[in-house]
Structures are given as structure tokens and as C-alpha cells.
């Protein structure tokens, strides 16, 4: 059983992970972990059985040479870390299967919406969830502003971003004028003041339940990812996540951020893949590498929501590597 992680990047510890769930117990190796990426200088490549390099996503050829890769190491299953790549896989699905690859991961529509933050917003408000008020159109925004819907501050950031790339946080009209001048298929998005939470969720891709969560307060964050964390279970969280992922239809891993304002929990963003901070639920026994594998041999996970301790800090820290 051969797993192939595509844009690995900097997610060494998934890599890492990936390794220990295809060991078994008497130390002997299962399979293999390849990786690929566009940089030979992307760490994660190194802690792989195998590295590839490739041309970018968007480049003429790209899945071909994906392609290419899972016939020649015979893989089993495939995913991205990366969201942009999702949809690809999600579009491909039904080629891997006919090649035996599985791709781990949710259906296209899901992964498009997850990606398109106006979408996700309009699917959230339709289905009564509580999430932060989102704009495309400026007077919208600003007749809202007036009427007392909504104040400054705002985020202005892409409809379609991840990583918290290109976010720009607005004081006034002035600021948003200036960015809307600028650059296009922008976004209003509220700012929601309360604590933000992340949440490791994995929906069994036999069963479609979901059968692990884990849920975490950050304490501090560094370009996009969860930098400082502290584990803490909440039964009125678990059901709104169970709800709103049985409605949605997700399946494999999800990442999810929510934020917590006077008790009410507000879902903010879903990335259908592992998310930075997700070395927190591994490291506290929300093992999801080893769901994966049991998915992959046809084995059924049992369900082990909140299997963890509470209180438990993590806080991520400088490593180098040199080749």
C-alpha cells in the first residue's frame, strides 16, 4: 500500500506520520509514502520513501505526470495539502479509480465551495449556520454600515484564497476603496471578535460518519497556520460539527475554523484536507493516518469523537533541514 502527498511542502510531521501508519507492529514497512512538489528545496520531500518533482498544478501536463507517478509506484491512494489542488483531485476522481488510486478527499462541488469563500458563506446562511457576514459588492456593504449591521473593522481579502494570502485588514471606507481599486474578485468579510478554534475532524470514507474530532482554543497564529494551542472538548461544538458536516456530505479529513462569541459558535472557513495545526490531534491520539490506511484495506473506523485529553498545549517551534 503506497500513499503519494502532493504539494507536500513543509508538512514534514504528515509525512512522518504517514511512515509510522504504514508500519507495523514488529517495526517491518507496509508501504511506501511518496511525495511530490514543484521545489526540490521543499522540506517534506526529504522525509519521504520517494520524492518527485513536478511542473505547477496549473501547468499543461500536470496530471498526467500525477498520473505517471501512481502507475509507476503502484499507489494506493492519493492526496494534496494544499487547496487549490483539491478540486483537481476531486475532478479526477473516477480516472484514479480506474487506476485502483483512491483519492482522499471530498466531492468537486464541495471542494469548490470550500475554496470559494462567498460560496461557503451563502451555503452556511441558507442551512442556518452562524458565520461571519461576507460581501462582494461594495454599496451592499456600505448601505449595511449605515443601517448598523455591521462595523469597522472588516477583512478584505479573495473569494478564492487560502493560506491567508492577501489579507488586509479595513479601518474605514477609505481603506476599502483603495484595496476594491486595486484588485479584483475581492471580498467584505465581518470581523468576528472571539476565540478562534480550530477543529481536526475525519469522516470515515466506508461509513460516511464521522468517527474523530478533535477541537483546540489558538492561542497564536503565523501566516495562516495555528502557531500556539490549547485542547479543550465541548459537547454543543461536537454536535454542531456533526450536523453541519452529516448536511454538507464531507468525507476524509477536514480542517475547520470556527470562533466562539458570548456561547454561540460561528463557523468560519472548512478546508477539506489536513490542516497546519493538525500535529496537535495526532500528538494527543487523533491518529487519522491510521483511519485512512484501515479505510483503504475496507476496514470500518470505530467511533472515537473527543478520544483525547483536554489541556494540552502545543506550540510549534524552528527546525532546519540541510541536504
Given at each position: 500500500m503506497n500513499v503519494l502527498i502532493l504539494s507536500a511542502g513543509t508538512r514534514n510531521k504528515i509525512v512522518q506520520y504517514f511512515k509510522r501508519a504504514l508500519t507495523d507492529d514488529s517495526g517491518k514497512r507496509t508501504g511506501n509514502v511518496i511525495a511530490a512538489d514543484m521545489s526540490e528545496l521543499a522540506p517534506a520531500v526529504y522525509e519521504a520513501d520517494k520524492f518527485y518533482k513536478v511542473s505547477r498544478i496549473t501547468d499543461p501536463g500536470y496530471m498526467d505526470k500525477v498520473f505517471d507517478i501512481c502507475k509507476k509506484e503502484k499507489v494506493t491512494a492519493v492526496l494534496s495539502l494544499i487547496d487549490p489542488e483539491l478540486s483537481l483531485l476531486a475532478e479526477y476522481a473516477d480516472k484514479f479509480r480506474d487506476m485502483g488510486v483512491t483519492v482522499i478527499g471530498s466531492s468537486y462541488n464541495l471542494c469548490e465551495m470550500s475554496l470559494d469563500k462567498m460560496l461557503m458563506y451563502k451555503w452556511l446562511?441558507?442551512?442556518?449556520?452562524?458565520?461571519?457576514?461576507?460581501?462582494?459588492?461594495?454599496?451592499?456593504?456600505?448601505?449595511?454600515?449605515?443601517?448598523?449591521?455591521?462595523?469597522?473593522?472588516?477583512?478584505?481579502?479573495?473569494?478564492?484564497?487560502?493560506?491567508?494570502?492577501?489579507?488586509?485588514?479595513?479601518?474605514?471606507?477609505?481603506?476599502v476603496d483603495l484595496l476594491f481599486a486595486h484588485n479584483d474578485n475581492l471580498m467584505i468579510q465581518e470581523y468576528l471578535k472571539g476565540q478562534e478554534i480550530g477543529a481536526d475532524v475525519y469522516i470515515d470514507m466506508i461509513s460516511e460518519e464521522i468517527v474523530s474530532i478533535f477541537t483546540k482554543k489558538k492561542i497564536a497564529m503565523r501566516a495562516g497556520e495555528t502557531d500556539k494551542a490549547v485542547s479543550f472538548k465541548d459537547d454543543k461544538l461536537f454536535n454542531l460539527i456533526e450536523k453541519f458536516v452529516k448536511e454538507a456530505g464531507y468525507r476524509g479529513e477536514i480542517d475547520m475554523d470556527i470562533f466562539e462569541i458570548d456561547g454561540e459558535y460561528y463557523i468560519s472557513e472548512v478546508n477539506p484536507r489536513f490542516g497546519g495545526g493538525y500535529p496537535h490531534a495526532y500528538e494527543c491520539g487523533c491518529d487519522h493516518m491510521n483511519m485512512i490506511i484501515r479505510n483503504l484495506r475496507g476496514e470500518r473506523n470505530p467511533r472515537k469523537l473527543g478520544d483525547y485529553a483536554e489541556n494540552t498545549y502545543m506550540m510549534k517551534y524552528n527546525e532546519i533541514m540541510v541536504k
Open positions: 446562511t441558507e442551512h442556518g449556520y452562524k458565520t461571519a457576514k461576507s460581501y462582494t459588492e461594495k454599496d451592499e456593504f456600505y448601505s449595511d454600515l449605515e443601517a448598523g449591521r455591521i462595523e469597522f473593522p472588516v477583512f478584505i481579502k479573495p473569494v478564492r484564497g487560502s493560506a491567508s494570502i492577501a489579507i488586509s485588514k479595513a479601518e474605514d471606507k477609505e481603506m
